[in-house]
């Protein structure tokens, strides 16, 4: 399992783990588990046969986290899972390509699409191994404050908070709310609230409402301020994405999962 932004808690018989973006996982068959508390939680579940890899065991055996991520202490009553691993954002961005890559090979079905599906898997899981690592930093011990913080903002983006606001649900200061916040998300508190309200945009514009209605309805009063972030976070104006998304409709799908890639916290 690829974490790539939001966060969450997986749980199984053996206790709970907060995940967040850049997070690696691994279940080996049998495993049972479940996620909880979601918040903007993307993730791949990369499901795969391991004899997929015994070409080439020897090779990947000799990278530093083979057997940290595939050999696990386990039993036949309850099979462990990996302990949790971090990648970078960098590294992240690179993984996520390859997964995007490997599907719409899939998708298309050109000739020889097998083909070229195994063999980025197998640059997918050298390249992982080569960079990922131990998770070196503690969870944030207020993510389930920060995580209902969230849930309100997503229920009604719209609506006009503030820092101070949104500090005083959780009876924080504003500096201890504003960096746990961060520290959770990966985001800035306005920052994370216009991705949320940029993402409703997106599909009030597949429709023909106009730009001043949409940016009305997203929770910007100011239709100029609207394209000049909605610009600045998609690199096209709404205009622009409404004519492009009648042409290509998974630009939609494209756009609201970059939106809310967490980015490394400054």
Known sequence: ??????????????????????????????????????SSFWHYNILFDASLLQEHILQLRRLPTYRLLFETESDKQQPAC????????????????????????EAVGAQGWETEVYFRFLYFIAYLLRNCSLQSKSPDSHIEQITRVVRLMERDSRQPYNLKLLAAELHMSESSFRQHFKAVTGFAVLDYLIRLRIKKSLFLLCSSNSVSRVAEQSGFPDSNYFTRQFSKLTGL?????????????????????????SKSAD
Do not use: W
């Not at 990648?87 to 090979?105: F, G, H, T």
């Not at 104006?237 to 890639?261: D, G, N, T, V």
């Open 82 to 105: 990996s302990p949790l691993l971090d990648v970078s954002p960098e590294v992240l961005r690179r993984l996520i390509e390859q997964l995007e890559q490997m599907r719409n090979e």
């Open 1 to 38: 399992m690829l974490v790539c932004s939001g966060h969450a808690s997986n749980e199984t018989s053996r206790g709970c783990t907060l995940l967040s973006g850049g997070n690696v996982l691994f279940f080996p068959a049998g495993s049972v588990h479940r996620y909880k508390e979601m």
């Open 237 to 261: 104006s709404p205009s622009q994405f409404q004519r492009q998304y009648q042409q290509y409709p998974a630009l939609l799908h494209e756009i609201a999962k970059r939106l809310l890639l």
